[in-house]
């Protein structure tokens, strides 16, 4: 049967397109009546100023004449065209191009001035800890190298050898001369190894330690050099795959950190003062003093109450020097016998309050152990009252914090045998396998998923750096450091390089990660970089700054910043940055007036990653040089 309708479709069809026609219509007369309107308003003369300032001021601003009082022609108003979305920034100190600095900074060290440090208190060596110039002594110009300045000795022709002129003090191949430390040999530095306490020389010296503590199996990686004086023992330490921390102060021998970190390797301006040094609790597997002229008798033992902290459960503490072994060597270091034996029976009597374990004494050495937990330790210290463990402390606090004589506690543990914290594995494989920290879930927000993710991450990362600057296998780069290093996975990507890297933690940063790093078997510190480093001008080959703008654009003037990394930088120098790109226009625009080269790159994941890559290269100029040009 057919389906019936109730009107003809082309009947339909007609009324429809007539209803489209009137509509299209309708909307074309009110929009040419729109435009009309438009024109005839802005074709109006303004007669106030009112009027100039909302039609002409194309920047916000009211746009006037010479005089101040007619309009300007707004055909000839430079028009702006920059972008006004970019990250705010403070340039306040921004210049064009910045002068070098005279010649008498050329050794600057900003928070370890002698003059500054004369001020201060000489009570627990007070006035040689770091004090760092107000935002008025800031100097805005670059710190000069030396007029004969060259590119320092590859790796591992370094450890033996620097050039004269760029560190050129020849006090301690005059002071130090009958103890082997440094030698001058024509326009070039050597040093055979020696030591105060190792006239035999630094690696027979290190395989006497090796006798007494297992130093060559993996177990131990990490080690803290107090009082290091050139760093031999950590420049001989490295062919057993032990890493160490280097510090000495700034005036106890002219330049003596300048020069480990000419020879390539790691070192920092420190001292054990009165405050504690800038690494988490449970960092280093070794902590070494050769007569490094540290009372530890003193203070009721609180010097070796803070290299506690910095231990590892198990660590040891080797000890070399006054008052050890003080029968046979009394009378050449002009101190009395019963002066010395009171001395080593105080350090006896302090490290037994620590709970550490005597090891051994053999010779010249003695070799302490620190427990790898606090059961018995707690139960000890109901007969022995002093030190108490702290009640309340976060033991990785250590910027600007002042030592305190109490235990550090150690985390808890079910069993005696039980390593607190969590054991890590031997090196190497303790690069990349999940720190004790992160798998307890002690940091917040951090888990081993993560730690694995940004492994992998920083792998590619390298792998893409190889292939921008290119020079990292060749020895080129040694001394490297990360200034916002996280969980150290860039590092961790270097460590089949000849390279070191010092990763710095941010002291303010929202997770604290530097004991995380120790417990991979690296090394760092931690900083504020509103302030400068504790180190030399012209220490490291490679600087690599990813994301640490970002951080510190809203507490402190990046201008700074900066030339703190100018000053820290060798001469033909590298920089990585990674930030957002306005960033990095604004610190390519103060580089460029800081003798940088450089360009923007895109991120290794393409032109699209908002993250964009900066590669800037300090360029060799001397102080000589620069006088001649004025």
């Not at 590859?154 to 050039?163: E, F, G, L, N, T």
């Not at 010097?303 to 009378?331: A, F, N, Q």
């Not at 090891?359 to 427990?371: G, R, T």
């Not at 290119?470 to 990360?482: E, V």
Request: glycine share 6%; proline share 7%.
């Amino acid at each position: 049967m057919a389906k019936e309708y109730s009107g003809s479709p082309k009947h339909h069809q007609l009324e429809a397109k007539r209803k489209r026609l009137t509509w299209i219509l309708g909307v074309s007369g009110l929009c040419i009546l729109f435009y009309v309107l438009g024109a005839w308003q802005n074709s109006t003369t303004p007669t106030t100023g009112s009027d100039v300032y909302s039609k002409v001021g194309c920047d916000g601003n009211a746009t006037t004449s010479g005089d101040g009082n007619s309009p300007v022609n707004p055909s000839s108003t430079n028009l702006d065209f920059a972008s006004h979305h970019q990250v705010e920034v403070d340039s306040s100190k921004t210049v064009s191009q910045f002068p070098p600095c005279d010649m008498s900074f050329s050794e600057y060290t900003p928070c370890q001035d002698k003059v500054r440090g004369r001020k201060f208190d000489r009570d627990m060596l007070k006035y040689r800890e770091r004090h760092c110039p107000t935002k008025e002594e800031l100097l805005l110009c670059l710190i000069p190298a030396p007029p004969k300045y060259k590119t320092p000795f590859k790796w591992p022709q370094s450890r033996d050898y620097a050039w004269y002129d760029n560190i050129p003090h020849r006090e301690l191949s005059i002071e130090k001369a009958i103890q082997n430390w440094i030698q001058v040999e024509g326009d070039r530095f050597r040093f055979p190894g020696g030591g105060t306490m190792f006239p035999r020389g630094a690696d027979a010296y290190i395989d006497d330690i090796g006798q007494l503590i297992p130093l060559t199996d993996g177990t131990i990686r990490t080690a803290v050099d107090t009082g290091c004086g050139v760093a031999s023992f950590g420049a001989y330490l490295l062919k057993r795959n032990v890493l160490t921390m280097s510090i000495a102060p700034r005036d106890t021998h002219e330049a003596q950190v300048q020069f480990a970190l000419e020879r390539g390797v790691p070192a920092m301006i420190g001292i054990m003062g009165s405050q504690r040094l800038p690494y988490p609790a449970r960092a280093f597997d070794l902590a070494h003093c050769s007569r490094c002229l540290i009372p530890w008798q003193k203070y009721d033992g609180l010097y070796l109450t803070e290299v506690d902290r910095i231990l590892r459960p198990g660590g040891y503490w080797v000890l070399s020097g006054p008052p050890i072994h003080w029968k046979k060597y009394w009378r050449g270091w002009e101190r009395t016998q019963e002066d010395l034996k009171q001395e080593q029976d105080a350090i006896e009597d302090v490290a037994k309050r620590l709970c550490w374990k005597k090891v051994v004494e053999n010779n010249d050495l003695s070799v302490w152990q620190k427990p790898i937990n606090h059961i018995e330790c707690i139960k000890s210290k109901r007969v022995i009252k002093t030190p108490h463990i702290c009640k309340s402390d976060n033991p990785d606090t250590a910027w600007y914090r002042d030592l305190e004589a109490c235990i550090t506690p150690l985390p808890e543990v079910s069993s005696s045998d039980d390593v607190a914290g969590g054991p890590v594995e031997k090196w190497p494989k303790r690069a990349f396998a999940v720190p004790p920290r992160i798998s307890s879930g002690s940091i917040p927000g951090i888990t081993a998923e993560k730690f694995q993710e940004d492994n992998e991450l920083w792998n590619d990362r390298v792998e893409h750096y190889k292939r921008i600057i290119s020079l990292l296998p060749t020895g080129r780069y040694r001394n490297i450091m990360d200034m916002n290093a996280y969980l150290g996975g860039f590092a961790a990507a270097l460590s089949k390089y000849p390279v070191w890297v010092m990763n710095v933690v941010p002291a303010n940063s929202d997770h604290n990660t530097l004991g995380v790093i120790y417990e991979r078997g690296l090394i760092g510190t931690y900083q504020d970089w509103c302030e400068a480093l504790s180190t030399y001008p012209r220490t490291y080959d490679l600087i690599h700054a990813s994301g640490l703008f970002s951080i510190y654009q809203d507490r402190c003037d990046i201008t700074y910043i900066l030339l703190e990394m100018d000053r820290i930088l060798r001469p033909e120098g590298t920089v990585i940055f990674r930030d957002t790109v306005e960033l990095l226009v604004k610190i390519k625009s103060i580089t460029d007036g800081m003798r940088w080269k450089s360009q923007i790159m895109d991120h290794e994941s393409g032109p699209f990653n908002p993250e964009k890559i900066l590669v800037a290269v300090k360029t060799y100029w001397t102080g000589e040089a620069t006088e001649k040009q004025s």
